[in-house]
């Protein structure tokens, strides 16, 4: 077995034991750790298949930022674990059938004879670029799948910042612009005045 | 001039690679680890005199063996482990802030040669890393299981989020003028016939400054250090550890601050290059630009007092933010044009 290899098996069970630890763990901030666990291992599949932007960016954005906001907002959570388990068995038919579809769905496709060739990573040289590679395929041939991608996340964004916007009346708030423009003088006064009693030298 | 390896190498066979590799990282590692132990001290000293204060003097002359004294007293200290606490957790959060602080050096050049890993994916490597190193925090205040520890790192959380956005789009415009992720290719793109004038520092000096207030930030130091707010939650997300689990967390902030002083000379400041056409390039330029940013980061701290929180957020979000994104759309434009000279 070669480092690559003991490299790949190392990796896909860590991934595989971190998504049993996000499904399996009590506590929901053990289970977004696993997560953030699993990504970090992800990272280091697709980094095996010379895929180091796609890595990289995986740890930025997810690890980075996402789970770092989910994190943020499981922790402030108050979340009641007997409430959680109520509906189990009720909904237990429809997440398997949910589950047993998406294995399906992998097996057909990766265990299909015509992506069977695909699957192995084409080999390159010291100085090949694999971002700039993206870049090139991302703002040329793909350039306007890529850009209506890219207003979609924006009018998903503008309209998630919309809904929080809720004028209500009575509300106190800071004018920062007016704070920000206040000077030392409008506040301070500085009074030179000379002390009142000497120092007796006796 | 590495003849002299060659018998040890025949010697190893095929484990020379990894000792050798090894015995690089020990070379970075090892003067960085004195680094922080000295810049600690520097911090006493400089702001102790911008102050009118002596600073440490007693231990050694000048104060020189402070460092030590300071490492001893913590490693004889006994670690306290909260008995509500995630044990577990609670250990690994130092471990996680010094992690990525030093992970993150092995992409950085020395001089033309010196990088312990020329990777041409450098600059996202240590976007990467650089943002890993809030999970230490956000562990620590969760796992200690205490209100002040619990609001420091949901301080930090959102902080280190929020100014990384800028920081990016800051580096966005660097990669922009040197059309390389490497950072090796990076100092070189700055490289030509006017010393300092051909920095990147000139034609993206307010990149520049976001870049650098954005590290502040990134690193949770003053006047950004609402993370620890000493007199608000009383060092925030590690009041609750002691001894060496304590100071693991003051070797990750200061392995941060000079990582991010490379950081800064290495993208904006060209690096090992020479600021005037006559004298050589060399390492010590580098180390020079690094400790003048150092200084920086030391005068901030014994001038500004700590920003407010939503006035922290407000910088982020509403000033650094557009001003890098139109600095990039700036910067495309302008390199487009005939005027652009780097």
């Known amino acids: 077995m070669s480092f690559v290899d003991v490299a790949f098996y190392l990796f896909a069970s860590i991934t595989v034991m971190a998504g049993v630890g996000v499904v399996i763990a009590r506590n929901p901030v053990h289970a977004a750790l696993y997560l953030v666990l699993a990504f970090c291992s992800a990272a280091g599949i697709w980094m095996l298949l010379e895929a180091e932007f796609l890595a990289i960016a995986l740890v930025l954005v997810y690890v980075g930022a996402v789970m770092v906001l989910f994190l943020f907002v499981v922790m402030m959570l108050d979340i009641n674990l007997l409430q959680l388990r109520e509906g189990f068995w009720r909904w237990f038919p429809f997440g398997a059938l949910l589950a047993g579809l998406m294995v399906f769905e992998m097996i057909w496709v990766l265990g299909s004879t015509q992506t069977a060739d695909v699957a192995t990573a084409v080999v390159h040289g010291a100085d090949y670029s694999n971002t700039k590679e993206l870049g090139r395929l991302l703002y040329t041939d793909y350039v306007y799948p890529f850009e209506i991608a890219a207003v979609i996340l924006l009018v998903a964004m503008v309209a998630a910042i919309a809904l929080t916007l809720r004028r209500r009346s009575g509300v106190k708030s800071q004018n920062v612009a007016e704070q920000v423009k206040a000077k030392k003088a409008d506040r301070l006064r500085i009074v030179k005045m000379p002390s009142e009693n000497k120092v007796s030298s006796k | ?342």
């Not at chain 2, 913590?74 to 250990?91: A, C, Q, R, T």
């Not at chain 2, 420091?152 to 902080?159: E, F, K, V």
């Not at chain 2, 990147?200 to 207030?213: A, D, E």
Request: hydrophobic share 60%; charged share 10%.
């Open chain 2, 1 to 342: 001039m590495m003849e002299w390896l060659e018998p040890i190498k025949t010697l190893l066979g095929s484990a020379w690679l990894p000792v050798w590799t090894v015995l690089k990282i020990v070379l970075i590692v090892g003067p960085l680890m004195g680094a922080v132990a000295y810049l600690t001290l520097a911090e006493r000293k400089v702001i102790g005199w911008m102050q009118i204060r002596i600073g440490p003097n007693r231990v050694g002359y000048f104060g020189l063996l402070q460092p030590l004294a300071d490492g001893l007293k913590l490693f004889m200290k006994e670690i306290i482990i909260p008995s509500g606490s995630n044990k577990f957790l609670f250990v690994i959060a130092p471990i996680m802030v010094l992690m990525p602080a030093l992970a993150a050096w092995a992409v950085i050049p020395f001089n033309a040669e010196l990088v312990l890993a020329n990777v041409n994916a450098g600059l996202l490597y240590v976007l990467a890393m650089t943002s890993l190193g809030v999970y230490g925090v956000i562990i620590a205040g969760w796992a200690s299981n205490s209100k002040y520890a619990f609001l420091g790192c949901l301080r930090s959380a959102a902080q280190i989020v929020s100014y990384e956005i800028a920081m990016g789009f800051a580096l966005v415009t660097v990669l922009m003028a040197a059309q390389s992720l490497n950072l090796g290719e990076i100092v070189k793109g700055q490289q030509g016939g006017y010393g300092a004038l051909n920095w990147y520092i000139v034609p993206l000096f307010p990149m520049f400054l976001v870049y650098l207030i954005s590290g502040v930030a990134e690193t949770n130091r003053a006047p950004f250090d609402v993370a620890e707010g000493e007199s608000e939650i009383v060092a925030g997300f590690h009041v609750e550890y002691s001894g060496m689990a304590f100071a693991l967390f003051f070797l990750g902030e200061y392995a941060n601050m000079i990582l991010m002083a490379f950081l800064t000379s290495i993208m904006f400041m060209g690096g090992w290059l020479s600021p005037v056409p006559f004298l050589p390039d060399s390492m010590i330029w580098l180390l020079g630009k690094a400790c003048f940013v150092l200084f920086l980061f030391l005068w901030f701290r014994a001038t500004f007092p700590r920003y407010r929180y939503d006035q922290l957020m407000r910088l982020g979000w509403k000033v650094f933010i557009p001003i890098s994104i139109i600095w990039v759309v700036v910067v495309g434009a302008w390199m487009q044009t005939s005027c652009w000279l780097w």
